[in-house]
Every structure is written in C-alpha cells, then in structure tokens.
C-alpha cells in the first residue's frame, strides 16, 4: 500500500508541473492530467481515509451546485442529448481537482515555488511569441497576427490575451514587489512601474478588450492589500491613455479592435451581437427560471424559434426583437453567471454565486500589507495576484469563455487550487499555533 501512496503522489505531481504546458498547447492531454489527477484524489482519500477536506463551506456549495446543475439536465441528457449528461457528469473532475490541489498535491511550498516557474515559464513563452509578431508580423511557430490585428502569441488565432490576463496578475505584482524590497528608494519604485507598465502594454498590443479591462480591474484590486504599489498603480493609471495613444502608431490594428470597437459596442449595446446573445440567454433562463435547460443548455436549444424575441424592458431595440434567429448561437452565452441561470436556474445561480464567494474568502485568508521580509513580501504578493485573477475571471460583468471550457478553465482552476493552497496551509499552520497555546486542546 505505501508503493501505491507514493506513486500517487509522484504521478500526480509530476502531472500537475506539466499541465501548465499542456494547457499553452495540447488541451486534450491537459484535460486528461486534470481526470488523472482528481480521479488520484478520490483514490488516495479511499486509501488513507482522509475526507477532512470535504467539510469545507466551498466543497459543500460545489458539490450541492453540482448536483443541482445534474438533476436539471437529467430530462434533457437521458432522453435528447446524451452528450448534456456526460458533460454534466464530469463536471466534477474540477472539484476534485482544485481540492486535490488545496489540500494534497500542493501543500509542500517547495512544491508550489516548483509550479509557479513552471506558471513563469509559460507566460514568458506566450509574451516572446506576442513580442516576435508584434516587431517581424509572425510568431515563432510562423503563425501571422490575427486579420483584425491581434496578436495571437503562439496561436493561430487570438487566444493569448485571455490565460495571460490571468498569469500575469501574480507574475507582475509578485516581481514589482521584489524590485521595490530589494532595490529600495526611488529605484525600486521606478523598476515596478515599468514592469507594470509593460503588463499593460503587452495586454493593450494583444487587442481583446475584456481580458485588458480585467488586468487592470485586476492590479487595482491588488492595491488593497500591496500599499507600497499604491502611488506606483496610480501613476499607471494616468499612463493608459498614453499607452492606448501609443498602440495606435505602434499597433493600429490593435488599437482599433480594443478602443474604436469597444466604444462602438458600448455605445449600440442593445443590437450588438454580445447584447443580443445576453438577451436570448435571458429569455431561455426565464422560461425555465427554476430548473434551467440543463448543462451547456445555450448550445443545444438557442436556434429553437420559441427563443426568438426579446425582452420589452431592457429598451425599444432589444424589446422588439433580435431578428438574426440562430446567427448568434454560439457554444456559450459568454458569461459564467447568465451561463449558470440558463444551465440550473435560480437555485443553480445562487449556489454557483455562493460557491464564488466563497472561494474569494478563502483565498483571501491570511494575506497581510505587512513586509515582513523579502521572501514574505514576494510570497504575499503572489498570493495577492492569485486572488486578483480568480476574482476577474469570476467578475459578474465579465465576458468569457463557457465555465468548463479548457484552456481557459483549467487555467482558472490550476490557480484556484494553487491559491487554495496557501489559504489550506495558513489554516493548518493557524490551528497548530492554536493547540501550542493550549486552544481548544
């Protein structure tokens, strides 16, 4: 049996430093390390009974959402698509992952400080690609930029920015800090600004709106609790103006797609395709406001003609009705929180929410603004920037990807569990200096 225990341990580590990869290309096999890894879990807890874990406030709401999310899709998965079933069965295999993460794979620091390179690697890997289109026209693979003028990393189309937004939030804040600790004075100060100034333009020259917006979104948040980048970010904020004025000599296309477009969007919202897809989401979730139409429901049932009209009182354009029918079905309705009412309903919303909230406490649990030392400093803002990209990539108003969707999702879940981590070991390490003092004993 302890042959078996440390070749769990082994295999799912080494599975969990190479997913990263798999993730930057090659998300079947990234999809099937985050299967092996959770269904490894399940077998250790058997082996070494150890449920603890499952105790936990945001294991609970997961798994009751969970079942929510399985009981709304049975009339529809059983009899009409198999394919809604099996999805909605599966969709375990991140609970389990970002709780194997939480509370076995990752407790070791030694372990995590192993991930976060490998987390560094990758998106240096993405921001050369970005760096070698934007000068010579193509990244390293060959690939051009996208048509509209997007940088594309090291794809064929714009999926960069979107994981970049995410990775970048701890990289950044993490880096800026140790410049500011270890340099000091007015030097220090000046690095962190040009390293953020540079996230920033790098998210500006990537040309998505949504994920530059959460970046920033994501920086500021941070401030709370990393006063010392408090008049740095400020700064940065005054600088954006002059970094979107920059992009439109150095990147016009770029400029176009993340400034001219986002303005146009704004300004007819009401019969833009994304105003048009929340519309249609909304009237399928209000047609089944207490079950939903079971998981991935706005794929399957968008072009049913019953769906076809809008709502009167979200304004005179939208009230009349969309006109396109089943142009602007797509796989998802691009937002997690409308995506869930369409999936369960009201309940599976709420409990989608309050699963939410939840991990936001938890990965909010023991950050300080103290700067104790280098390696404390350096260690809190990193947990600081793990926080920041659950919460923008989890952020109500925000457009993505379907919830489950790999890359993307697995990207959110590896940091999720990687930040779950941390808050799991201040816990233990805030029990242990409890029992020390005779607390509770």
Partial sequence: MESVRKFLNKSTLFA????????????GIADGLISYIAICFVIYSFINKQWDWGKQNWVIIAFLWWGWILLCTIPFGLFQYNIMMIQAVVLIRFIFFAAALQVWVLTDEKYRRWLSYVLIACATYIILNMLCQLITGYNIVGAPRYFDG???????????AGPLARLLLPITLSLSIYCIYRLKGWRGNLVALFIILFAILMMAFAGQRMPFILFVFGIVVSLYWLRPLRTIVLSMLICIPLILGATSFLSPKSYHHLVTLFIHQMAHFSSDNYGLIYTRAMIMGLSNPWTGLGYDAYRHFCANPIYFHGLSFWGIAIGHGDGKGAEIC????????????????????????????????NLVKGLTSKLLSLRDAV???????????????????????????????????????????????????????????????
């Fill in 330 to 361: 797509l796989p998802h309705p691009h937002n997690h929180y409308i995506e869930m009412f369409v999936n369960a309903g009201i309940p599976g919303l709420i409990l989608f929410c309050y699963m939410v909230f939840l991990w936001w406490v």
């Fill in 16 to 27: 969990v430093l190479i997913l990263p990869v798999f993730l930057t290309h090659l998300r």
């Fill in 379 to 441: 260690k809190n803002s990193w947990r600081v920037g793990l926080f920041a990209a659950v919460l923008v990539h989890e952020w109500p108003f925000a457009a993505g990807g379907s919830f489950g969707n790999l890359p993307l999702g697995g990207w959110f879940f590896l940091l999720l569990g990687l930040g779950l981590s941390y808050s799991w070991d201040y816990g233990n390490h805030k029990a242990a200096l409890k029992v020390d003092n005779g607390i509770g004993s």
């Fill in 150 to 160: 997007t940088l594309t990393g090291p794809y064929h189309h714009p999926r960069a």
